[in-house]
């Protein structure tokens, strides 16, 4: 007998090993195709290194412009909201600075955004009106009961809602 998930999840995900493989030697093209010339990398405190690195590399590969996005999740029902805000907002600016740090090791310039919102809603808008040719962002590693009480994840929610590729790491 077999038994299927109903949350599979069939997008590609990227390991730190195949990012260094693919990545590291990436030639740029883009004089050719005018592909990614601006990045979008959305990244919160949860973002693991490597998925600012692949950004940055394909920033470097493409001489690409890079935005640092971050975003702090609001909703009405929080209590002692101020508390909760102050700790989201130094979880985002530890995220963005976490890429500013990355990119100065790569030698690659990054605007850093701080925003406030529905993280999923607040990236697909920033693309959408900033002219944004890829936007990267990490795909949580979600097991057991997370998995089933979350099951939608920012990423699946950025993949759906932009005519924008989206780059899964």
């Known amino acids: 007998m077999a038994v299927h998930s109903a949350f599979t999840d069939e997008s590609t995900t990227i390991s730190e090993q195949e990012y ?16 990614f010339e601006h990045i979008l990398v959305a990244v ?19 001489d690409a412009q890079v935005d640092a996005l ?16 102050e700790r989201r907002e130094d979880g985002a600016e530890a995220a963005l600075d976490a890429v500013g740090d990355v990119a100065a090791e790569r030698d690659v ?15 697909e808008q920033y693309a959408e009106h900033n002219d944004v040719d890829l936007i990267v962002v990490g795909e949580p590693n979600r097991t057991g009961l997370r998995r089933f009480l979350s099951p939608k994840s920012v990423a699946d929610r950025v993949r759906k809602s932009t005519s924008i590729p989206v780059l899964t790491v």
Request: hydrophobic share 40%; net charge negative.
């Open 70 to 85: 971050s975003v702090v999740r609001m909703n009405a029902s929080v209590d002692h909201w101020d508390m909760v805000v």
């Open 44 to 62: 919160d405190d949860k973002t693991n290194e490597t998925v600012s690195g692949v950004a940055l590399s394909l920033a470097a590969a493409y």
């Open 109 to 123: 310039s990054v605007t850093k955004r701080l925003r406030y919102g529905t993280p999923a809603e607040e990236i």
């Open 20 to 35: 260094e493989h693919e990545f590291n030697g990436l030639t740029s093209t883009a004089d050719e195709d005018g592909l």
